[in-house]
């Protein structure tokens, strides 16, 4: 169908749909083995070693969990209308892209989108981390916080010098963009919880590995990774920290830091932990049969057959239906649905000015 045979303030729904399925294509070689973010090439890499990356990787995440379900597009599409709603709102969202990366959102859309909303996210993540109230008594704690006060000020410089907002309109759009996109909700108070318990880990294993009181340093650790005693905020945050203390292959086992971290992700259940899982059960002495035996447990807790190492195939494509919309295979594990790779011309489209959308905010 041309752009001709539609009047421009229709033109724009299909436009928009055709992003959605541009997402949904990109999704299709998604891996929710690991942590992991799309790079500007269109590769799946990771783990994610900035907060910008962690923040990709959980949007990637809740992407894909909502397309596998039924109505996956009904979630996605909240988040395609606040950055491309109207012709406005998307040549804003190019802009940033293209000012903020270098890269052109003609090539990857769907990149585009993803690496805007995870820039206004890191902002409104740095935003709470840099107004949280910290006792003067924590001198880490004060430190960690004007270092987040400076990266605040540096991303939202870059976000001005980019869009040619203001700072108050730059905190209404992420505001509004927390408000309006359920999927994206309950991102920024993950994060920022998580880069909380970040700075606190970082700091006691650089005391277990350099300072002399290794015991002390190794049980208040414990304690972090252990929502009864020092989680307050949403167990989801512990998730990359336990991960990354997972692979690092210089901490013993005699720490039982291991034990604890494969216990908090066997109740997490998410996809993400089954490689490091399973090269956990690869690299432990069989003589260690405590932490062994939770690997196992807790990769059988995500009851998917593929989340077992040498288990895993390609994700299963989507069939056309006579309606011409693709479906999914009728599977007992269906992978992630491959929609078809659109393209057009994504800056030539028109529509009137949307409520919902990234140039709501004046």
Known sequence: MTSGTLSAPDRWPAV?????????????N??????????????????????????????????????????????IHPLVVFFAADRRAWKLTCRLYKSLSGESARTSPAQALIEVCAWLLEQAVLEKLSSRYVPAWDVRGQQATRAWTLLRQENLSSLQRASGLSPRTLFQLCTRLQAGVPLVHPICEILAHEEELRQRISASLHQATHGGERDQAWAFFGQQLSPAIGGSGPLEA?????????????LPLSSGLHFEAVNLLSRLRDSRSATTLGRLVERTPPANTNVRSAALFALGNLRDPHAFPGSRGSCAPLTSSTSGAATAPRTSNPWMQRRPRQSGPWASWDSRPSKRCLCSVH
């Open 16 to 28: 928009a749909h055709r992003l959605e399925q541009t997402l949904l294509a990109a999704l299709a």
């Open 30 to 75: 998604y891996q929710p083995w690991a942590p992991v973010y799309r790079s500007p090439r269109g590769e799946w890499v990771g783990p994610p070693r900035t907060l910008r990356q962690r923040l990709a990787n959980e949007l990637w995440h809740r992407l894909y969990l909502a397309a596998k379900n039924q109505d996956g597009v009904a979630h």
């Open 238 to 250: 512990l998730l990359r920290p336990c991960l990354e203390l997972l692979e690092q292959e210089d």
